[in-house]
């Protein structure tokens, strides 16, 4: 992934089995996922939210 880069994610929290996934139309992503949801927004994410996750890599600064 290049500086400046986007990657846009769109799907739903699921529970299966007393297991969290973040799922898309394509790919089943782990609960590690639906976590960072939960900390990030500091919430509780609930079976069949849908998220929009956009990611963008930035130049590091030196500190």
Known sequence: MNIGEK???IGYV???SDTW???TDKT????IVVL???E???TETKDCEKYKITI???EAEMI
């Open 7 to 9: 990657k846009e994610f």
């Open 14 to 16: 699921g529970e299966y």
């Open 21 to 23: 996934l973040f799922e």
């Open 28 to 31: 089943p992503y782990s609960s």
């Open 36 to 38: 960072a949801i939960d």
């Open 40 to 42: 990030l927004l500091r």
């Open 56 to 58: 963008e890599k930035l």
